[in-house]
């Protein structure tokens, strides 16, 4: 049983019940942030590659990503744990390998969350003026007291953004399917020829990391009203965002024609998407904007939300220091603020260390961090596939489906290992490093040594602390050790 240290030794859990599946979905989805891939992932994708066919692109990764999911929320599902790639790495493939998964999560985690710092400074700074990292002060601000309150407001909040951003990308579609370029739809970008193109690997590249998030529902199944909808919520989030970004990418090609749509999306005078969501009505683009701020909010939270709960998971078996799971308030945790405020901290170092170096919020601080933070969570992803493979009978449970314990993973370990390939071979054109530049490869590096420091750590735990180190990846507390609530957000 997880225990804190101190005079108390009482067992901590996190709220259990007060998150519905449709809830779980939302932080999946809202993670991803489908309006920042609108506005800036597809058209970058676009002028940096070159790739026509980027529609049938993010198809095909989407398939990919579903089925590491398979293997991912299988495992997430029987264990429990709400640092879900520590734990399923723990059980799956032994406790050194849990600790070593769990510091590459929290490294991959907290570097995307820190990076969206760099991209809402900069976003709020070119329409309103001022210093990008004051903006980025006031962001850290309201993500960290929303960070230390219960689920339930911050699945109400990124509700209300998601479903406008959805309907944005909705209009958007439907303006450009409205005046196609040359009075008809093009299909080119489902035309597989167009993926025999040198721009390829870059543009898989890009489409994984703008699915960067969707396993955030693992992190959150201690809290769910229904763990065996994991599954469901997980792919089906894969799924959805598959389709919206297909349907995005296609209709920024018919609205200014498949021939001209990297040439005009590497212009900023053209004003993709800008320019096609005026064409139903002037009032869209400034809400779009406006949406687009309260998007990458949102991401943020829900990214510091999964931080804050690997924390917590972390520190409860002690392999973080126990105080970082402490509430304060009983044993029953409606917020790990423990895990929360640590995370908040970090961010906060993180961005003063840029913004006193002059870096640029962009180029330099956005991407190489979520960079960073997308190769380490595909990688991550490709474990959990592997450890499905391989996890004892007693983790897979008495009736265990072939489908979702063998056949998916082991197509998820060959597709995945496609796409890190993908990813770390054309990670120069991610950061948009010069030709040549040995810098790149600087990110496998860290996330390799993340890994090995994780190694290293078990192992003085199973050395000097054995009690710690056989706790490693237990995860939840037995449902009578803690009182449940009944308390259901969304």
């Known amino acids: 049983m997880p225990t804190l240290t101190g005079s108390a030794h009482v067992p901590v859990a996190l709220a259990r019940r007060t998150l519905t599946p449709f809830g779980s979905w939302v932080f999946g989805a809202a993670a991803s942030a489908p309006l920042v891939v609108l506005v800036g992932g597809v058209p970058a994708t676009y002028a940096t590659t070159g790739v026509v066919a980027l529609p049938l692109t993010f198809l095909l990764v989407a398939g990919a990503v579903a089925l590491l999911a398979v293997g991912y929320t299988a495992m997430a599902r029987q264990i429990g744990h709400p640092a879900a790639h520590y734990g399923i790495a723990a059980q799956g493939l032994g406790r050194g390998a849990g600790v070593a998964a769990g510091l590459v999560a929290l490294v991959a985690y907290n570097a995307i969350q820190i990076s969206l710092y760099g991209l809402f400074g900069a976003t709020v700074a070119a329409r ?89 529902p693992g992190s959150l199944v201690e809290e769910t009203t229904d763990r065996r909808a994991l599954g469901r919520v997980t792919v089906g989030a894969v799924v959805v965002l598959g389709a919206v970004y297909t349907l995005a990418a296609w209709a920024m090609g018919v609205a200014v024609g498949p021939g001209d749509v990297a040439a005009l999306a590497a212009d900023p005078a053209a004003g993709l998407p800008f320019a096609v969501l005026a064409r139903a009505g002037g009032g869209w683009p400034p809400v779009a904007e406006v949406l687009l701020v309260l998007a990458i909010l949102t991401s943020m939270l829900a990214f510091h939300s999964v931080v804050a709960r690997y924390v917590f998971a972390m520190a409860r078996e002690q392999v973080l220091p126990a105080r970082l799971a402490h509430s304060g308030t009983g044993t029953r945790v409606s917020a790990p603020r423990g895990g929360s405020l640590a995370q908040s901290t970090v961010a906060a170092v993180v961005v003063a260390a840029f913004a006193l170096h002059g870096a640029d919020p962009l180029a330099i601080m956005f991407t190489w961090l979520s960079t960073l933070g997308a190769m380490g969570l595909l990688g991550l992803l490709l474990v959990a596939s592997v450890a499905a493979t391989t996890a004892p009978a007693a983790v897979r449970g008495p009736r265990p489906g072939r489908g979702e ?85 969304i």
């Open 405 to 489: 314990w063998r056949i998916a993973p082991i197509l998820g370990v060959f597709a995945g290992s496609a796409l890190l390939a993908a990813m770390v071979g054309n990670v120069g054109s991610l950061l948009g490093a010069a030709p040549g530049s040995p810098y790149p490869y600087l990110l496998p590096l860290i996330l390799l040594g993340a890994a090995v420091g994780g190694g290293l750590w078990a192992r003085h735990l199973h050395a000097r602390r054995p009690d710690v180190y056989a706790g490693i990846g237990r995860g939840t507390p037995r449902t009578n050790a803690v009182p449940d609530s009944v308390d259901v957000a």
């Open 128 to 216: 309103l003026g001022g210093a990008w990292w004051v903006w980025a002060g006031l962001a850290l601000a309201v993500v960290g007291v929303l960070g230390v309150r219960a689920i339930v407001l911050s699945t109400r909040f990124l509700v209300a953004v998601l479903a406008a951003s959805l309907l944005v990308v909705a209009v958007f579609v439907l303006a450009a399917v409205a005046r196609p370029a040359g009075g008809t739809l093009s299909w080119a970008g489902f035309d597989a020829s167009g993926l025999a193109v040198s721009g390829v690997g870059g543009a898989v590249a890009f489409c994984v990391a703008a699915f960067t998030g969707v396993d955030a």
